[in-house]
T-cell receptor
Framework: ETGVTQSPTHLIKTRGQQVTLRCSSQ?????VSWYQQALGQGPQFIFQ???????GRGNFPPRFSGLQFPNYSSELNVNALELDDSALYLC??????????????FGQGTRLTVV | KQEVTQIPAALSVPEGENLVLNCSFT??????LQWFRQDPGKGLTSLLL?????REQTSGRLNASLDKSSGRSTLYIAASQPGDSATYLC???????????FGPGTRLSVLP
């Protein structure tokens, strides 16, 4: 049991709509990272939050945005959905983003389908 | 820029075989290397974490080694079972502005 939970588990949206995905990090973890995983590929880094501040971002457009709350839970928001946004979205939490405390614990993912 | 590769991309073996999965990374300045297992359509389950100062870690039938200077890690699975069938991903953490950089994974099938 990792303690990282994501909601919802599955979601179907129409192209052009907006979506919000949620992640509850493991107790005591202040770092949350979001990844997009297309079918048959490894996870691609979207962005990372540390103590409510974004401190790293991958090669994703601004319509991918996020938040981290004081309890270190997090949201991923995607605007103007495109068909290529269909993927498994993974959230990971860790004690820190530096040094030996970077061991990551993942949630079960949210499967987003854009039609 | 850190890049992670995994060989082979896919592997099919009969039950009971010992097998080795390989992971390579280009930047040896890492904090940790972590091996994950992923079942189809599911999230990632952490198998082993090797800190940069360590050479190997063991958990049950799994043994992971790390050679930071050569940018390599191997995951050894002893006496494979059909339940080991999954995709195995390695990932490294470091001062990259992101938590982890992942490899593309090795898809393992263990045949009964």
């Amino acid at each position: 049991e990792t303690g990282v939970t994501q909601s919802p588990t599955h979601l179907i949206k129409t192209r052009g709509q907006q979506v919000t995905l949620r992640c509850s990090s493991q107790s005591g973890h202040n770092t949350v990272s979001w990844y997009q995983q297309a079918l048959g590929q490894g996870p691609q880094f979207i962005f990372q939050y540390y103590r409510e501040e974004e401190n790293g971002r991958g090669n994703f457009p601004p319509r991918f945005s996020g938040l981290q709350f004081p309890n270190y839970s997090s949201e991923l928001n995607v605007n103007a959905l495109e068909l290529d946004d269909s993927a498994l979205y993974l959230c990971a939490s860790s004690l820190d983003y530096r040094g030996s405390n970077t061991e990551a614990f993942f949630g079960q993912g949210t499967r987003l389908t854009v039609v | 820029k850190q890049e992670v590769t995994q060989i082979p991309a896919a592997l099919s073996v009969p039950e009971g075989e010992n097998l080795v999965l390989n992971c390579s990374f280009t930047d040896s300045a890492i904090y940790n290397l972590q091996w994950f297992r992923q079942d189809p359509g599911k999230g990632l389950t952490s198998l082993l974490l090797i800190q940069s100062s360590q050479r190997e870690q063991t958990s049950g039938r799994l043994n992971a080694s790390l050679d930071k200077s050569s940018g390599r890690s191997t995951l050894y699975i002893a006496a494979s079972q059909p339940g080991d069938s999954a995709t195995y991903l390695c990932a490294v953490s470091g001062n990259y502005g992101q938590n982890f950089v992942f490899g593309p994974g090795t898809r393992l099938s263990v045949l009964p």
